[in-house]
């Protein structure tokens, strides 16, 4: 004889198993995924960060490497996942912000992924050539436009950070130059130092080395604060750039609808993560990464940082018509 259970009373045992298996998190190990190959800047933060992060929880951290479609491909996966803590996405501007402007994505970047925490982000510096004539910011933006057109930017490619800051430069300056992508930030910056390239606004690990060995020159940062690596650098706000802020930020999320209790044992592990001396070195000292404020470190500061991004980012990646490739 088959007995048949009201669905109310299905869903019902469905939910207290479900709220069990929460108030047990973790029981085991825990998957950050990661959405570019191993040895990158994600890569590497993810690391740093996971590892820490396994003495809060108890339970290994497990990364894994999800190559494709900027991002996208590993993002999507983790939107459609369990909603039960054990497969998290750490991702950045690119992969969170600039993706949702230039790709027809399967999942919705604010409403298909709960935020967990900000983990760290890098501002960029504003550099030059050497034998640009300007000796300071406001020299450089008098310089562009009395010379409109013919001054080139290099970018890591398009639809890259050096190249939308460049547009937003653009826009706030009033100035207008050439877009040169290359394939990656690196030979924009030999070329930058050769001199084939006139500006770049290339984020700090890649351009400070070379602006301290003085083969290029460096006009401000693009922060609200001076670099601790570079205390000698103005920020734009006292080069007169004023509120021209622009970083690349990471940070972890996890499937809409995972727990709250479960999103908070995570975020807990993030913040005794960043209070971590050897952490908080490994990541400014190291990585050249800015640590949030401990009032930032919370999933709804996420939550509210993230959209703000996208409120900025979005109108102008989409009318410079960039695309994913």
Not at 134 to 148: C, F, T, V, Y
Not at 291 to 314: D, N, S, Y
Request: with cysteine.
């Amino acid at each position: 004889m088959t007995t048949l259970f009201p669905a109310a009373v299905v869903a019902a045992t469905l939910t207290c198993i479900v709220s069990a298996q929460a108030q047990n998190y973790p029981s085991r190990p825990i998957t950050i995924v990661v959405p570019f190959a191993a040895g990158g800047p994600t890569d590497v933060i993810a690391r740093v960060v996971g590892e820490r992060m396994r003495a809060q929880l108890g339970q290994n951290v497990v990364i894994e490497n999800v190559t494709g479609a900027a991002g996208s491909i590993a993002v999507g996966r983790v939107a459609r996942s369990a909603a039960d803590g054990y497969t998290i996405v750490i991702g950045h501007w690119g992969t969170h912000v600039v993706n949702g402007a230039t790709y027809s994505l399967q999942y919705d970047l604010l409403n298909d992924l709960a935020p967990v925490a900000l983990l760290a982000s890098t501002p960029s510096l504003v550099v030059s050539k050497n034998a640009l004539p300007a000796k300071d910011l406001r020299g450089l933006i008098a310089w562009l436009k009395e010379n409109p057109g013919k001054a080139a930017q290099g970018s890591g490619g398009a639809g890259s950070a050096a190249h939308i800051h460049g547009i937003f430069f653009q826009q706030r300056t009033d100035t207008r130059f050439q877009h040169v992508p290359y394939r990656g930030a690196a030979p924009a910056m030999q070329d930058l130092i050769g001199g084939q390239i006139d500006l770049m606004i290339d984020q700090v690990p890649n351009s400070l080395p070379h602006a301290r060995s003085g083969k290029i020159k460096a006009y401000a940062v693009t922060a609200k604060t001076r670099l601790e690596a570079a205390p000698d650098i103005p920020t734009v706000d006292e080069a007169g750039l004023p509120d021209f802020h622009t970083s690349v930020w990471h940070a972890l999320w996890a499937p809409r609808a995972t727990p709250s209790n479960v999103i908070s044992a995570l975020n807990a592990a993030v913040v005794d993560t960043l209070a971590d001396p050897k952490v908080r070195h490994r990541l400014v000292a190291d990585l050249s990464q800015t640590i949030p404020q401990r009032a930032e470190q919370t999933p709804e500061a996420l939550g509210v940082f993230h959209k703000a991004e996208i409120e900025k980012w979005w109108p102008i990646i989409k009318a410079a018509n960039i695309k994913g490739d």
